[in-house]
T-cell receptor, first 111, second 115 residues
Framework: NAGVTQTPKFRVLKTGQSMTLLCAQD?????MYWYRQDPGMGLRLIHYSVGEGTTAKGEVPDGYNVSRLKKQNFLLGLESAAPSQTSVYFCASRGGADTQYFGPGTRLTVL | AQSVTQPDIHITVSEGASLELRCNYSYGATPYLFWYVQSPGQGLQLLLK??????LVQGIKGFEAEFKRSQSSFNLRKPSVHWSDAAEYFC?????????????FGTGTRLKVLA
């Protein structure tokens, strides 16, 4: 039981490049979330999903897209990266008793 | 809109001293409240949570928190801090928005422990 995993752990992009962050959970959770963490701002919700095939916007969705083709995977895409997207990205899933389980994070730098 | 405030950005305590981290929330109904800890370069780990019932909740690593509805607070406490408690702590409130479960986080409190 690996819990929530994220790939990759680190990435450096140039402005305008694209990439996809992968989140996988093996707990059969319906809800999954993508957050970004910036100094002094806590965690802010980018997008979330309430089940396979569904996605919805969170607090800061601009510049990101997501897909949930399989229940266990939640992908976060950056089509044209900008320096403002330099951040640490966390994925989480929601389990029983309203508890979130977090992945280890992806540290992204956009030059 | 719901919000979570952690008024202390940084706190420094000596090892063995007591600790209290403050959290205030704004939420119309009975809130679901959480405290998480994040060590450097790591993800968030759940310390404790409050849903209902006893307003004093116990968590892992010797932490406890008290829910005070009249003050809209959910402060985290530990009677004796260990050097390994140095980390960043986040308070969070869970909300149901149009039938969807979402969570709002405070901006965090970074704890430094002096030997």
């Amino acid at each position: 039981n690996a819990g929530v995993t994220q790939t990759p752990k680190f990435r450096v992009l140039k402005t305008g490049q694209s990439m996809t962050l992968l989140c996988a959970q093996d707990m059969n959770h319906e809800y999954m979330y993508w957050y970004r963490q910036d100094p002094g701002m806590g965690l802010r919700l980018i997008h979330y999903s309430v089940g396979e095939g569904t996605t919805a916007k969170g607090e800061v969705p601009d510049g990101y897209n997501v897909s949930r083709l399989k229940k266990q995977n939640f992908l976060l895409g950056l089509e044209s990266a900008a320096p403002s997207q330099t951040s640490v990205y966390f994925c989480a899933s929601r389990g029983g008793a309203d508890t979130q389980y977090f992945g280890p994070g992806t540290r992204l730098t956009v030059l | 809109a719901q919000s979570v405030t952690q008024p202390d950005i940084h706190i420094t305590v000596s090892e063995g001293a007591s600790l209290e981290l403050r959290c205030n929330y704004s939420y119309g109904a009975t809130p679901y409240l959480f405290w998480y800890v994040q060590s450097p370069g790591q993800g968030l780990q759940l310390l404790l949570k409050y849903f209902s019932g006893d307003t004093l909740v116990q968590g892992i690593k010797g932490f406890e928190a008290e829910f005070k509805r009249s003050q809209s607070s959910f402060n985290l406490r530990k009677p004796s801090v260990h050097w390994s408690d140095a980390a960043e702590y986040f308070c969070s409130v869970g909300e149901i928005d149009s039938g969807t479960y979402k969570y709002i986080f405070g901006t965090g409190t970074r704890l430094k422990v002096l030997a």
